[in-house]
């Protein structure tokens, strides 16, 4: 029969416990406390909680044995801390998001789909890209949603299905005819040939942007509130990015 301990855990919310009960570690060994806790009862000042306490009986380790952490338990440190981040600088760290996220549809765009290699790769390209999303993309798209959601405030189902409207309607064929040259104009093209380029790719691009995001969007309306909106989106659009990447930058 095996020994047991017991190890304590603080969480943050009801889901994290439900995920916790759900991932295996809360088995027939289980849970075995589970109350609301304060900081202030362990005396560390005022209390800021409810937060959870589990105390969950586990297998104590042979002499020498290292225990690794389950792999959602990184996952979960490096969430809670974009959560953190997020609520103490939101403009900032949406920016800094869609940057990031910009470069990387680049990289996908130059790896799987021109598959230039690493030797190959246009760095310059990508800079320009991650550049894009933190000067013109984040602040457009992220004020864009602050925008929205004062002209509907809503977050019923038709309200969801107007912002979606609106959005696609609107903002999106505007996005796309400002971004398109944007980059030409970075990557060094004459006004006419950036005209040109612009009327050959633009058509093609706002179909293709209606194939993914009207669906996307009012998902994102209805179930995500405002302030995940722009890293949701900027998820989803990491294959996006890849195709406006390519097609931004095909002569």
Same mark, same amino acid.
């Given at each position: 029969m095996a020994n047991h301990s017991f190890q304590t855990m603080i969480l943050e919310t009801e889901e994290d416990v439900r995920t916790l009960a %759900?991932? #295996?570690?809360?088995?027939?060994?289980?849970?075995?406390?589970?109350?609301?806790?304060?900081?202030?009862? =362990?005396? &560390?000042?005022?209390?800021v909680g409810p937060k959870w306490e589990v105390w969950q009986a586990s297998p104590t380790p042979r002499a020498g044995a290292h225990r690794?952490?389950?792999? %959602?338990? #990184?996952?979960?440190?490096?969430?809670?801390?974009?959560?953190?981040?997020?609520?103490?600088?939101?403009? =900032?760290? &949406?920016?800094?998001t869609a940057g990031s996220l910009m470069g990387l549809g680049d990289v996908i765009?130059?790896?799987?789909?021109?598959?230039r290699g690493l030797r190959e790769h246009?760095? #310059?390209?990508?800079?320009?890209?991650?550049?894009?999303?933190?000067?013109?993309?984040?602040?457009?798209?992220g004020g864009w949603y602050r925008v929205l959601d004062r002209l509907i405030p809503g977050t019923t189902k038709?309200?969801?299905?107007?912002?979606?409207l609106l959005d696609q309607g609107g903002f999106a064929p505007c996005f796309l005819g400002c971004f398109l040259?944007?980059?030409?104009?970075?990557?060094?093209?004459?006004?006419?040939?950036?005209?040109?380029k612009l009327q050959r790719d633009y058509p093609d691009a706002l179909i293709t942007n209606y194939y993914l995001w009207p669906a996307v969007q009012l998902a994102n309306f209805y179930l995500v509130p405002l302030h995940y909106r722009l890293a949701v989106v900027q998820c989803v659009a990491v294959i996006w990015n890849s195709y406006l990447s390519w097609?931004?930058?095909?002569l």
């Open positions: %759900s991932s #295996g570690r809360g088995n027939s060994e289980g849970l075995s406390r589970l109350r609301p806790w304060h900081r202030g009862e =362990k005396g &560390q000042g005022a209390e690794a952490e389950p792999p %959602s338990a #990184g996952s979960m440190a490096l969430w809670r801390a974009y959560q953190r981040a997020l609520t103490a600088h939101p403009w =900032k760290v &949406q920016v800094l765009s130059q790896q799987l789909v021109e598959r246009q760095t #310059g390209r990508t800079l320009t890209m991650v550049s894009l999303g933190c000067g013109f993309v984040g602040p457009v798209v038709v309200d969801a299905l107007k912002k979606m040259p944007l980059v030409g104009t970075l990557n060094g093209l004459s006004t006419q040939d950036n005209w040109a097609k931004a930058h095909r």
